[in-house]
Nanobody, 119 residues
Framework: VQLQASGGGLVQAGGSLRLSCAASGMISSVNEMGWYRQAPGQQRELVAIINSGGTNYAGSVKGRFTISRDNAKNIWYLQMNSLKSDDTGVYYC???????????????WGQGTQVTVSS
């Protein structure tokens, strides 16, 4: 199973970006999808997750970021609006995946995509 993240870049404060993550491989089902981020010198932190129970967001992004998914394509998105300089960091997607013939769920991570917000 591989996760491929895309959509990062450089944006001015107040702007928007949309991140995408696509999962591929011998996937039976995906239990949970989400995004973490890591700022320079900081620990990785949860940004948003989506599962059968709904969505959950870090307090710092509530009302500005929206996570969504396309179950048929195993792709999920993070729409980021009203970006701030504090949102700068490397964004990692992850998923809890059930694998064909192996069960699960197993946790997988994408390679990370850089988001830089200039003030």
């Amino acid at each position: 199973v591989q996760l491929q993240a895309s959509g990062g870049g450089l944006v001015q404060a107040g702007g928007s970006l949309r991140l995408s993550c696509a999962a591929s491989g011998m996937i039976s089902s995906v239990n949970e999808m989400g995004w973490y981020r890591q700022a320079p010198g900081q620990q990785r932190e949860l940004v948003a997750i989506i599962n059968s129970g709904g969505t959950n967001y870090a307090g710092s992004v509530k009302g500005r970021f929206t996570i969504s998914r396309d179950n048929a394509k195993n792709i999920w998105y993070l729409q980021m609006n009203s970006l701030k300089s504090d949102d700068t960091g490397v964004y990692y997607c992850y998923a809890l995946v059930n694998i064909v013939t192996r069960g699960g769920p197993f946790q997988f991570w994408g390679q990370g995509t850089q988001v830089t917000v200039s003030s």
